[in-house]
């Protein structure tokens, strides 16, 4: 049985203050890429008491995804965005979930984002990481943009950055490190650049910048 909204709102505003608290609440925060960014950026916002997530994806679970990624064994063969949408209201019952199943096109981009405040790029696709940060840019400019570069091996944790780009435009990771060029990706350091992503969220919500 899930605590009533009011206790969960109130206990929320004890850790962030009601004025912060209350801007998590209304604000409405896509992300785009469910893997071990995504996922891991949705449960820190979920927990934070972001009020609405959208979530966009159309690929499913598998067994590789486990050691970096926030779903379960019994998940697998599932679509992502069905199976994080199950376990984000285990954790935060009264977070708002809007699911797309689809792949992000510049064609659909638009219409599917048009509500969000901010929008987290989560892809491990470059080809797709540009698209969707050129089409926010570009034809969403009053939007902000969060997306992540370099994340890979087991390089130091302090490397892992977040940097202001633009007014509306921040870049997670280390910037350099690829998937192609040896260990791959291990599961602490794809949850650190998604901890700095979430993280730019908040502190925008809160009204923080990066200089």
């Not at 797709?128 to 009053?142: F, G, I, S």
Request: aromatic share 6%; with cysteine; hydrophobic share 40%.
């Amino acid at each position: 049985m899930y605590p009533a909204k009011e206790q969960w709102y109130r206990a929320l505003c004890e850790r962030h203050s009601e004025d912060i608290q209350r801007k998590f609440t209304s604000a409405t925060v896509a992300i785009c890429g469910l893997g071990g960014l995504g996922s891991n950026i949705a449960v820190a916002l979920a927990r934070a008491g972001v009020g609405k997530l959208v979530l966009v994806d159309f690929d499913k679970v598998d067994i590789t995804n486990l050691h970096r990624q926030q779903y379960k064994a019994e998940q697998i063969g599932r679509f992502k965005t069905e199976a994080l949408a199950e376990n984000l209201k285990e954790i935060s019952p009264y977070t708002e979930i809007v699911l797309h199943t689809v792949k992000l096109t510049e064609e659909n981009t638009v219409d599917l984002l048009e509500d969000a405040d901010i929008i987290c790029e989560a892809f491990d696709n470059v080809e797709c990481k540009a698209q969707l940060v050129n089409t926010v840019l570009e034809r969403m400019p009053h939007k902000y943009v969060v997306a992540a570069s370099g994340m890979a091996g087991l390089s130091s944790a302090n490397t892992i950055r977040t940097r202001k780009v633009t007014s509306k435009f921040y870049l997670c990771g280390d910037e350099i490190s690829d998937v192609r060029d040896g260990l791959g990706l291990v599961s602490s350091r794809v949850m650190l650049c998604a901890s700095h992503q979430a993280h730019m969220v908040l502190r925008i919500l809160a009204n923080e910048f990066e200089v």
